[in-house]
């Protein structure tokens, strides 16, 4: 099992920056592959970015690529993404995944709440 609590979502301008946190619980990042998701209503979760259990090897979509960044910090059991030059389609419902794999969202088994990132154009 694995919690995951997201934080760090709000509104921006487009071009400013978010750096969004997903705190888990004991044990997770040495049991499972971490990733971000998002999604807009009517749309199917889109994967962002990964981070693999054993190697740290990162995966971006095309769209984030460049901007974003996905780190994991073991000892305090955080997942973070920085997101820099914010565009207003990066508007979603961001969530913090665990114990999938890839690009598939059907492949996660625990999910957090999401936190709402909004750009203004």
């Known amino acids: 099992q694995a919690q995951l609590i997201e934080s760090g979502g709000g509104v921006v301008q487009a071009g400013g920056s978010l750096r969004l946190s997903c705190a888990a619980s004991?044990?997770?990042?040495?049991?499972?592959?971490m990733a971000w998701f998002r999604q807009v209503p009517g749309k199917e979760r889109e994967f962002v970015s990964a981070?693999?259990?054993?190697?740290?090897?990162?995966n971006y979509a095309n769209s984030v690529k460049g901007r974003f960044t996905i780190s994991r910090d073991v000892n305090n059991n955080t997942l973070s993404l920085q997101m820099n030059n914010l565009k207003a389609e990066d508007t979603a419902l961001y969530y913090c995944?665990?114990?999938?794999?890839?690009?598939?969202?059907?492949?996660?088994?625990?999910w957090g709440q999401g936190t709402q990132v909004t750009v203004s154009s």
């Open positions: 995944a665990a114990g999938g794999l890839g690009y598939n969202p059907k492949t996660y088994s625990f």
């Open positions: 004991r044990g997770t990042f040495s049991r499972y592959s």
């Open positions: 981070i693999d259990r054993t190697t740290g090897r990162t």
